[in-house]
């Protein structure tokens, strides 16, 4: 029976079979009940297209190559959203009820998804299986919605379905785009990845449940509202006492991931870095994580950096360019030579910078180069930065010190198109060394990398150099650092651009601990033994890298 002390507006609404839909009993006008609807799907696609985001974000982050995951999530996705629309249509007799259903699962389900992927993450060591099955569900649920929106939305105003559509969906798409903004821009700087999921989860369920249990009450029997009610309350106790302990949470699953001790956390505009080790002591101990990949391993990091740098700084080196390096430990072994006029290091994390200038130990480890006079900083991304007309025939030496090109955000760093800038910002007989990541493990990487230097015109010597740590990601059961990890391998090219430069260092130079020409000799003739040969150059519109 319907409350008669209600107003309400009977419209014939005919289902399928001929059967007509029961009238809409409103406490507002015909009119505003549209606008609530139409705020709803407003706040609902907001929502939907956060969750979205939020698995794209953490599926990069936490298992890597972002076009891989972004194409897993995605497609996923809208194929659950097909599933969800049809499975609507068993919902259409009870439109309201089933929408704050829906609406209560997907602000459950979305809410905590984050949470969910990073203890996957963590303590099972594998994200995968959760974000695809997080993308299917939440998309089944996001696939339901217009159904019963449409539905609902007749209800209080018979019209034409063509213009019922066109409502709908402009409300969706505008909402969606006002989603898009708030994740990248105020969600994830200012809350974070958890509690930001779990602040879209608590508006979801409110705005759900206020539409149903307030605009289409009267189609509810009493047994359904106050089920609806103690669903919605408990989705929102759930939410809240998650987001109370999502710091806790935090600490202990970084503990479970990175082992030892975190001592800094924190999620920049562009990473998430996150140190490890004691605040005082051997800076040996330290670890350096961004976003999750050891960039910086105390342990043997000299290894890298030397075999980095001083090959490439046999030769003039009065002005040198670092790129990347923002920890300040290439650019520490480059001003060992007392001759350098200039540094300049092009960092587009202002974070790593700040890290390396205040951490302690850190800073203890690069050798305090911040404070030398000869060092300058730029905070701008590296490809835009060099095709400036001033970097033109400025430097004597480049040292690229990028994160592996195998990450998709580093692609670019690793083109024919970067290169060929590299090497217009080198003086006559100027000199380029390139981290071209892993030659053991990944030698298509690396042998790509070196034939994107000769398309640039450069021409190169490659080498390889050992060490225990070559920037993957820490797992759940391993602790990076310690002495039973597996060694690993760096790959580097060293590039001339009139020449191919002899690989050697110079006898005197100042602080070398592990490198010598002979070593380099030996390292160079093993790398060719791996050469593939009539690989294609990286370029911008077709990278190569995987």
């Known amino acids: 029976m319907i409350d008669r002390s209600v107003p309400r507006r009977v419209l014939p609404a005919p289902e399928p079979g001929g059967r007509a839909a029961l009238p809409a009993a409103l406490p507002v006008r015909p009119r505003t009940g549209r606008l609530l609807v139409l705020a709803t799907v407003f706040v609902c696609a907001a929502c939907g297209l956060v969750y979205e985001l939020e698995l794209l974000a953490l599926g990069s982050y936490l298992i890597g190559d972002s076009v891989t995951q972004a194409s897993v999530v995605l497609s996923v996705m809208v194929f659950a959203m097909g599933v969800g629309s049809l499975l609507a249509k068993r919902l259409r007799g009870r439109p309201a009820f089933g929408f ?80 898009g903004l708030a994740f990248p821009f105020l969600l994830l700087p200012v809350l974070g990845q958890l509690t930001g999921a779990m602040l ?54 970084r503990r ?71 920890d300040g430990l290439a650019a520490r072994e480059v001003l060992r030579y007392r001759d350098v006029v200039s540094v300049t290091v092009v960092e587009l994390d202002p974070g790593v910078v700040r890290l390396a200038r ?118 759940p059961d391993r602790s990076p650092g310690t002495a039973d990890t597996p060694p690993q391998d760096w790959g580097f090219v060293l590039a001339g651009r009139d020449k191919a430069p002899e690989l050697r260092v110079d006898r005197d130079t100042p602080g070398l601990r592990s490198l010598t020409t002979q070593s380099l000799k030996d390292s160079a003739r093993d790398a060719e033994r791996t050469r593939m040969a009539g690989l294609p150059p990286s370029t911008l519109p077709h990278p190569r890298y995987s």
């Not at 979305?110 to 099955?133: D, I, K, N």
């Not at 105003?157 to 066109?166: E, S």
């Not at 562009?270 to 002591?281: D, F, K, S, Y």
Request: net charge neutral.
């Open 358 to 475: 205040t951490d302690p130990m850190l800073s203890a480890l690069n050798g305090r180069v911040y404070e030398d006079p000869r060092l300058g900083v730029v905070t701008r991304d590296a490809f835009r930065w060099l095709r400036q007309p001033a970097a033109r025939g400025r430097y004597d030496v480049i040292v690229s010190d990028l994160p592996d090109p195998g990450i998709t955000p580093s692609t670019k760093l690793y083109s024919q198109e970067f290169y060929g800038l590299a090497a217009r910002a080198l003086r006559p007989g100027g000199r380029i060394a390139v981290h071209a990541g892993p030659l053991a493990t990944r030698p298509r990487t690396y042998w790509t990398v070196e034939a994107t230097l000769r398309a640039a015109g450069l021409r190169t010597a490659p080498y390889s150099a050992g060490g225990r740590l070559s920037g993957f990601a820490a797992g």
């Open 100 to 179: 704050a259903v829906i609406e209560a699962g997907l602000a459950l389900l979305g809410g905590l998804s984050a949470m969910a992927l990073y203890a996957s993450f963590a303590w099972l060591g594998e994200s995968q299986p959760a974000l695809v099955a997080f993308s299917f569900a939440i998309g089944v649920l996001i696939g339901a919605e217009i159904p019963l929106l449409m539905v609902l939305i007749q209800r209080i105003r018979r019209q034409d379905a063509g213009v019922a559509v066109a409502d709908l969906f402009a409300a969706d798409y505008v909402g969606a785009l006002v989603g």
């Open 256 to 326: 479970a991931v990175y082992g030892g001790e975190v001592r800094v956390a924190q999620q920049t505009g562009v990473q998430e870095l996150v140190l490890t080790g004691p605040a005082t002591g051997s800076p040996r101990s330290l670890d350096l994580f961004l976003d999750g990949r050891l960039r910086v391993s105390g342990y043997d990091e000299y290894r890298y950096h030397e075999a980095l740098v001083h090959p490439a700084m046999t030769g003039p080196h009065a002005r040198v360019l670092v790129l990347g390096g923002g």
């Open 200 to 253: 879209t989860g608590t508006v979801n369920a409110i705005v759900g449940a206020g539409l149903i249990l307030w605009l289409f009450r009267c189609d509810l029997s009493p047994r359904s509202r106050w089920l609806l009610i103690a669903a919605n309350l408990t989705v929102l106790a759930l939410l809240a006492c998650a987001t109370l302990l999502a710091d806790d949470f935090e600490r202990v699953a």
